[in-house]
């Protein structure tokens, strides 16, 4: 076990014109590797000083994991602090176990918290709190990706009174995260459903987030910003913009600069639901029923369908040639069920993933039954039931697919 404390201390990079280029922290001995997982459960930088062209890196061959709690505060001089300014290739950067990242403030550069460079490699933060972190651009998180493996921003992440401000046009963006897409960088980030944002100001654009990228057509902003944007409690004014940088030609469009990134992300409808029990990626909002947003659960994900179902006032009177409601419901891992399903749709299909859908998949998804949970077939319809009309329901077809079903202990099969 490690723990570090850093405090009150001055870096300059450059003196006298020439360039230091020396490592601030080494530790030798006690059987450390540099291409070891290195796990510090306790990081402390306290006003610290840094001139404004100065980098604390860490050293590129090293995997390094900050964990249980790492503070950052302030510098008391007001200018740029990195607390975490990585170049990341190779090595992966994982921030977890409820870190703390408070009144980090650089006040003439990037990234008031975390400033990183990617290219390859994997930035996995989790369990952590930013506040009141400020910069000019990416209060609290500046990212500039070229290549990747993963770029994940999720499970507890909150982001709060971080701040971007502006001394000229170029700058107040992102209040919260700034991410810079470098030319053929991929789209690939996450900012998932576990990540919370508070009270985050931005004196130009994108109070949240602020995106660079070459087409905002390509980025697919649903698919990367996953956190439920439709919650009465979301705060949608200046929340996540983005900017295009490829030109009106490459775009057959006009360029779009400082765009409101929400005006893209709608809610999602369609016959396919996807659905999962795997809170850490799923959740029952808005936006749920996608691979890369599933539902939560079934009930919920069947509000998604974009075809209703039958009722008795839309049923056809003779099924011949009339059209078909045909629902699909992917399962990924499992679910389960606590209540009745019954549905008047024509087709069902319930089925487990497939791994040309998640690569993870290895075995069937699991439909487990809780002790009320049933699914019903039946050639009465639903309002012949409640006895509000006797007109017919359709011939239903029920396909269960790719599926192991879980029945709870003491079921009694009828």
């Known amino acids: 076990m490690v723990a570090m404390s850093v405090f009150g201390l001055y870096y300059p990079s450059k003196s006298n014109g020439l360039e230091f280029n020396a490592q601030l922290i080494v530790l030798h001995g006690f059987g450390f590797n540099p291409h070891d997982n290195l796990l510090i459960p306790l990081l402390i930088v306290e006003i610290c000083h840094q001139l404004p062209e100065s980098l604390?890196?860490?050293?590129?061959?090293?995997?390094?994991?900050?964990?249980?709690?790492?503070?950052?505060?302030?510098?008391?001089?007001?200018?740029?602090?990195?607390?975490?300014?990585?170049?990341?290739?190779?090595?992966?950067?994982?921030?977890?176990?409820?870190?703390?990242?408070?009144?980090?403030?650089?006040?003439?550069?990037?990234?008031?918290?975390?400033?990183?460079?990617?290219?390859?490699?994997?930035?996995?933060?989790k369990e952590t709190i930013m506040k009141k972190c400020k910069a000019l651009n990416g209060g609290g998180i500046y990212s500039t990706i070229l290549t990747m493996e993963q770029f994940l921003i999720d499970n507890e992440v909150y982001f709060e009174e971080c701040e971007a401000f502006s001394d000229n046009l170029l700058s107040g963006r992102g209040g919260a995260i700034y991410i810079n897409l470098e030319q053929n960088a991929p789209y690939d980030f996450i900012i998932g459903i576990g990540v919370h944002f508070n009270l985050n100001k931005a004196s130009q654009f994108g109070r949240d987030a602020f995106v660079y990228c070459k087409n905002i057509d390509d980025l697919e902003p649903y698919k990367r910003f996953l956190f439920d944007v439709f919650h009465d409690s979301y705060d949608k004014n200046n929340a996540l913009y983005g900017t295009e940088y490829a030109s009106e030609i490459e775009l057959g469009t006009t360029q779009r600069i400082d765009y409101d990134l929400l005006s893209m992300m709608l809610p999602y409808f369609n016959d396919t639901i996807y659905i999962s029990e795997d809170s850490s990626i799923a959740t029952d909002s808005s936006k749920c029923g996608r691979i890369k947003l599933?539902?939560?659960?079934?009930?919920?994900?069947?509000?998604?369908?974009?075809?209703?179902?039958?009722?008795?006032?839309?049923?056809?009177?003779?099924?011949?040639?009339?059209?078909?409601?045909?629902?699909?419901?992917?399962?990924?891992?499992?679910?389960?069920?606590?209540?009745?399903?019954?549905?008047?749709?024509?087709?069902?299909?319930?089925?487990?993933?497939?791994?040309?859908?998640?690569?993870?998949?290895?075995?069937?998804?699991?439909?487990?039954?809780?002790?009320?949970?049933?699914?019903?077939?039946?050639?009465i319809a639903l309002w012949q039931q409640q006895q509000i009309s006797q007109q017919r329901g359709v011939n239903q077809r029920l396909t269960i697919l790719n599926i192991d079903i879980i029945l709870p202990v003491g079921y009694e099969l009828q």
Do not use: M
């Open 294 to 379: 599933p539902c939560l659960t079934l009930p919920y994900g069947r509000t998604k369908v974009l075809t209703p179902e039958w009722t008795t006032e839309t049923v056809p009177s003779n099924n011949e040639g009339s059209q078909r409601v045909n629902h699909t419901f992917v399962f990924f891992k499992g679910i389960k069920i606590t209540s009745p399903f019954e549905t008047e749709a024509d087709n069902v299909i319930l089925r487990g993933a497939l791994n040309s859908e998640f690569s993870s998949v290895t075995n069937n998804a699991q439909l487990k039954f809780g002790n009320q949970g049933q699914i019903i077939c039946s050639d």
């Open 56 to 125: 604390i890196q860490y050293s590129s061959s090293l995997i390094l994991s900050i964990k249980s709690s790492a503070v950052a505060d302030s510098n008391q001089f007001g200018e740029p602090l990195y607390p975490i300014s990585n170049d990341i290739s190779d090595n992966s950067v994982l921030i977890q176990d409820y870190c703390l990242f408070e009144e980090c403030i650089c006040e003439s550069g990037l990234g008031g918290a975390i400033k990183t460079q990617q290219n390859g490699g994997i930035l996995n933060i």
